[in-house]
């Protein structure tokens, strides 16, 4: 096996892992999450997201987490349309992430657009974005399975994911959203990426419904991806697709990697300090294994 010597892990904890957290979560105690994280040695982070409060009302305090936790690390916020771009460009933050589902239904029900309309919508503020010198991920979603449409085709995943880069996106994350891919699956899609896209920076990003999160992490580690989103505790859940559930947890991954003598940078029991800043105001239990363990008795 020729494996990563090293891999870059990108918290999704703090936007992805809460958005759809029911209870309201005190800003302080967010900002208290994302420096604890910072100080496990997190150097990539999502730290939160503009979008209407009136649908995820978890984010309307996106203003003050941005000027309480941006540094000189490489600090992601999510802003899907051009309403978001506009409130981004009133910050400091020079990292954005923007999405759009391979599904048709996934996006029409998420942002009401078509896959096409949303590539469209988003071409221009690219094109903006890095004229400005924003870093610019784009978020590919439903890579997999859709919760509506079934299997996803590998040759329209890579035709999207084509489209962002000669549009001149930074950086692919490429989300199985419902956690239904197999290692099997994964290997395969991540390998075409790779080939197809040797110079863009290609990030796995994958929800445990399943179970198969881990394995799904190191099937991709095999094609040489060395970038993956994770989330502290396992939070998160799509609103957006039933049945989703949290992300693969940051703990987990980062503690396999460092059992195979993959560097990581990351300090396990800081990550764990961070997930007991969070988990009082969790209305769902913590998924990780390797927190549970930690913290059995407490």
């Known amino acids: 096996m020729h494996l990563p010597k090293k891999v870059t892990i990108i918290e999704v904890g703090p936007r992805d892992g809460l958005q759809n957290e029911k209870n309201n979560i005190p800003t302080d105690d967010k900002i208290a999450f994302i420096h604890k994280?910072?100080?496990?040695g997190i150097k990539e982070m999502e730290l939160t997201s503009f979008v209407s409060p009136k649908w995820v009302p978890q984010m309307k305090d996106a203003n003050e987490v941005i000027q309480a936790c941006l540094d000189n690390t490489r600090n992601f916020v999510l802003a899907p349309n051009r309403k978001g771009i506009d409130r981004l460009f009133e910050t400091n933050c020079k990292a954005v992430a923007v999405f759009v589902g391979v599904s048709e239904t996934f996006n029409k029900k998420n942002i009401n657009k078509s896959t096409r309309e949303s590539m469209e919508e988003l071409q221009p503020?690219?094109?903006?974005?890095?004229?400005k010198n924003y870093f610019v991920r784009a978020c590919i979603s439903t890579s997999?399975?859709?919760?509506?449409?079934?299997?996803?085709?590998?040759?329209?995943?890579?035709?999207?994911c084509s489209q962002f880069v000669q549009n001149g996106v930074d950086e692919l994350s490429v989300a199985d959203t419902i956690g239904m891919a197999n290692p099997k699956e994964v290997f395969s899609l991540f390998s075409k990426l790779k080939a197809q896209l040797p110079d863009t920076l290609i990030t796995g990003h994958f929800h445990d419904t399943r179970g198969m999160a881990i394995a799904n992490v190191f099937a991709a580690l095999q094609t040489g991806?060395?970038?993956?989103?994770?989330s502290a505790g396992g939070l998160g859940g799509c609103p957006f697709a039933p049945g989703a559930t949290g992300n693969v947890a940051t703990e987990d991954v980062v503690y396999m990697l460092e059992q195979m003598g993959i560097e990581t940078g990351i300090d396990l029991s800081k990550l764990v300090e961070a997930v007991d800043i969070i988990r009082p105001h969790l209305t769902r239990s913590i998924e990780s294994k390797y927190y549970r363990l930690q913290t059995q008795g407490k």
């Not at 997999?144 to 999207?160: A, D, R, T």
């Not at 991806?225 to 994770?230: A, C, G, I, K, N």
Request: glycine share 2%; aromatic share 12%.
């Open 225 to 230: 991806v060395d970038r993956f989103d994770t």
């Open 37 to 40: 994280l910072k100080n496990a």
């Open 144 to 160: 997999f399975y859709c919760p509506y449409e079934g299997k996803i085709n590998e040759q329209e995943v890579s035709k999207l």
């Open 125 to 131: 503020i690219i094109a903006e974005l890095k004229q």
